[in-house]
Each structure stands twice: as structure tokens, then as C-alpha cells.
């Protein structure tokens, strides 16, 4: 049992943090694979999220009370000697929750003797090899990444979330059949912050500005999914894009692509077709060198899109590194091509 150092009463929260509370945890139901019903009854809503209008607080006076967890190591093992720590509410592994323990640890000698009886070792030992471990994945993903784009990497905003990425795909396939699903699950979340962060450089340097009004009449929305996907495909198939387009890029709704042009409630389906309708009467884009050497490139985005999302969202099919892998190697050409870089051979992490 960890007391806080002082027993004073926290603070009433406020109605803002009440919201944001409850909207964090819905979203995280929403993403987490362990979460399990109670007696039947399924706290996840239903139809979408039911927007709050009014919080109310029971008592003046919050009531402290007590949560129970589980400090844990992987079943399968872990390269990095990892441990993890179960989320009170049944959500899987909470990192923040193991942050604060972490923390506590340091004034805390009884807490620090459990876990260091669970992994066998001093904890400033474990702490040690980790740092070994992740210096290491590191340097042999920084130069994967400047391998296949170059030293002139460094310069791209996308730069640390490319490295990222690669230090999340060097540690997964040296795990190889050991590798929890949920590390890959955060490897193709991984991928997608790739791609955001290259869309929100090229929204920073070739602005969409007003292109959402081509899918707008009268400051509205059209809501003819026909009249706006024949609008996308014509733009994309103008820059130099096959089409089709990928029935999600294609059903991308106006008003993502508006708020991808105000970076307002951003999205990256929306960044993509922003990108797309700015592209259609600008020869220097980045789209439109990027379909000159690839035309189905539109089509690997949403492929990588759609995984990271089905990731986040758990959904029910098995992951594994093959089929991460290509992912991954559409990532890399993506930003090979987009940032004129170019692109060679995929990267490919060794496996020792």
C-alpha cells in the first residue's frame, strides 16, 4: 500500500477536467483489447460518444479512495527486461501508471524491494541494461533510417518520428517470435505519426488554404458522397495518381478536409485529400513529384492508414512483423518521395 506524503484532501475537480476525464476514457475504451464488460454490462457507447452538457459534482468535498493493480512481466519475455503495469480500470498496461511508479520508488524502499524480488536484480542494475539496450536499438535505427534517405535526413521535421519508428521495428524484429502484439500494435501507431508529421510539413509549406470550398456549397458541406469523391478522384487522378482512389480516402467527409486545411481537429485521411485538392493546379507540389515515380502511392497510405487504425481500435485481426513489414517499407518510400530524398531499398532490420 503507497500513501500519498500528505493526506490533505485533493482539490474538487473542475467541470473542464471532469469532461476531459471522461472523454479519455471512453477513447481508451474504445482502443483497448483487454477491456472486459462487467456482469454484462457494456460501458462502451453506443452510437457514438453522447456529448455532455452539464456536470455536476455530488459533494463539495472529493473522497480520496484507493486503486489495486499488478506490476507484471511479459508471459513470452522481454529482450529489454521490461515491466508493466496493469491500468486500474482494466485497460491493459498503463506507461503513465508506470511512470508514477517509477517515481514513487524513489522514496519508496518497500515498493522498490517488490519489484526487484519479481525481476531478480537490482533495479538500478535493470535500469542500466535497459539504457544499454535502448542506446544501442537506437544508434542502429538512426542509421537505417540515414542509410536509405541519406544524412540529409536530419534535416526533415518527420526526422525523430522516422527514427522512432525504426527503433520500434529494430527492437520488434530482434524479439521476432517473442514480440507482443502490442508492440506492434505501437509500431504501426508509429508509422502513422510518420506520415502525420510529413503531411503537416507539407500543409506548412504548400498551403491547402481554401481548396475544402471545392467540396462546400454555400458554406455547407455537400453531402453527396458521389458529388465529393468524384471531386477527390478527379484532383488526385490530375496530379498523377491511379484511381480509383481507396473507398476510405474516398469517403473522407468535407469537413475533415476543412479542418485539415485550419489544422482544427486535424485527421490524416483529411490531410491526405487537402493535400491531394491543393496539389491539382500546383506543379510543384510534393504530391505531384511523389506520383511521377509512384501512381499507386495513395493507395499505400491508406493501406498504412487503415492498419495503424484498426491497431488503435483493436481490432480482431492477428498481427504479426511479416505483415507489418511491408507497412513500414511503404512509410519509408513515402517520405523517400515526398521529401525528394528518394528511396532505394526498404529497410530491413537484421535480426541477431
Known amino acids: 500500500m503507497c500513501l500519498p506524503a500528505e493526506m490533505a484532501f485533493p482539490p474538487a475537480p473542475q467541470p473542464s477536467e471532469v469532461l476531459r476525464a471522461t472523454r479519455r476514457h471512453r477513447a481508451a475504451l474504445r482502443g483497448a483489447d483487454s477491456f472486459e464488460a462487467v456482469d454484462g454490462d457494456d460501458l462502451r457507447p453506443r452510437g457514438g460518444d453522447v456529448p455532455i452538457e452539464r456536470v455536476s459534482l455530488v459533494d463539495d468535498y472529493p473522497t480520496p479512495v484507493f486503486v489495486t493493480t499488478f506490476l507484471y512481466l511479459p508471459e513470452a519475455g522481454d529482450i529489454a527486461g521490461e515491466w508493466h503495469v496493469c491500468d486500474p480500470f482494466g485497460l491493459g498496461a498503463s506507461p503513465a501508471l508506470r511512470r508514477g511508479l517509477s517515481r514513487e520508488m524513489q522514496s519508496s524502499t518497500s515498493l522498490r524491494g517488490v519489484l526487484e524480488s519479481m525481476i ?42 522516422l ?54 456549397a454555400q458554406g455547407k458541406p455537400v453531402e453527396d458522397r458521389d458529388y465529393f469523391a468524384r471531386v477527390y478522384e478527379t484532383s488526385a487522378q490530375t496530379a498523377g495518381f491511379r484511381v480509383p482512389l481507396p473507398a476510405a480516402l474516398a469517403a473522407v467527409r468535407p469537413n475533415q478536409v476543412k479542418a485539415a486545411c485550419y489544422r482544427d481537429g486535424w485527421r490524416l485521411r483529411g490531410a491526405i485529400v487537402a493535400a491531394v485538392l491543393a496539389a491539382r493546379d500546383n506543379l510543384s507540389h510534393p504530391l505531384r513529384r511523389a506520383a511521377a515515380h509512384d501512381p ?39 517520405v523517400g518521395l515526398l521529401s525528394g530524398l528518394g528511396i532505394s531499398q526498404p529497410i530491413v532490420s537484421a535480426r541477431t
Open 296 to 334: 499507386d502511392l495513395l493507395m499505400h497510405l491508406d493501406a498504412v492508414a487503415a492498419a495503424a487504425g484498426e491497431a488503435v481500435h483493436a481490432g480482431d485481426t492477428a498481427l504479426t512483423l511479416q505483415c507489418v513489414q511491408p507497412l513500414i517499407a511503404s512509410v519509408h518510400r513515402a
Open 120 to 161: 531478480g536484480r537490482s533495479l538500478d542494475a535493470q535500469i542500466d541494461e535497459q539504457r544499454r539496450w535502448a542506446a544501442e536499438v537506437r544508434a542502429q535505427a538512426t542509421l537505417n533510417v540515414e542509410r536509405v534517405l541519406s544524412v540529409n535526413a536530419r534535416s526533415l521535421p518527420q526526422y525523430r518520428d
Open 163 to 216: 527514427v522512432d519508428l525504426e527503433s520500434a521495428h529494430v527492437e520488434a524484429s530482434l524479439l521476432g517470435d517473442a514480440c507482443s502484439e502490442q508492440k506492434l500494435r505501437d509500431l504501426l501507431g508509429a508509422a502513422r505519426r510518420v506520415l502525420e508529421t510529413t503531411f503537416r510539413a507539407i500543409a506548412d509549406q504548400f498551403p491547402p488554404r481554401d481548396v475544402w470550398r471545392r467540396v462546400y
